[in-house]
């Protein structure tokens, strides 16, 4: 019900910066909370920073100072402004989006929230 589409990965030196995008379509009522999470190779998807559609973000420590989560609420967009570039930034980062979404399975309606996940864009922060 709800799709998404990320931008904006590639290759970068340490230092760099990029900016990553996220469209969400589809059939929804709310987006309600946009995330990016990232997972580096052999390590576990970790939460990287959040915003709800009240603008309140969230960050994890290892980013805080150096990225800023954004998003256009009239568009469905999230970006993710990524400066400072390390190494250890390297990963694939994943968009996430809490959608608020209606099915109608009978003679009514109902409204349930969902979470849905991006296909992933790689971000490697190399000399």
């Known amino acids: 019900q709800v799709q998404l589409a990320e931008s904006g990965g590639g290759l970068v030196q340490p230092g760099g910066s990029l900016t990553l995008s996220c469209a969400a379509s589809?059939?929804?009522?709310?987006?309600?909370?946009m995330g990016w999470y990232r997972q580096a190779p052999g390590k576990e998807r970790d939460l990287v920073a959040t915003?709800?559609?009240?603008?309140?973000?969230n960050y994890a420590d290892s980013v805080k100072g150096r990225f800023t989560i954004s998003r256009d609420n009239a568009e469905n967009t999230m970006y993710l402004q990524m400066n400072s570039l390390k190494t250890e930034d390297t990963a694939v980062y994943y968009c996430?989006?809490?959608?608020?979404?209606?099915?109608?399975?009978?003679?009514?309606?109902?409204?349930?929230?969902?979470?849905?996940w991006g296909q992933g864009t790689q971000v490697t922060v190399s000399s």
């Open positions: 589809g059939n929804f009522h709310s987006i309600n909370v």
């Open positions: 996430y989006v809490e959608a608020t979404v209606q099915t109608c399975p009978g003679a009514g309606c109902v409204e349930y929230d969902d979470d849905y």
């Open positions: 915003v709800n559609s009240g603008g309140s973000t």
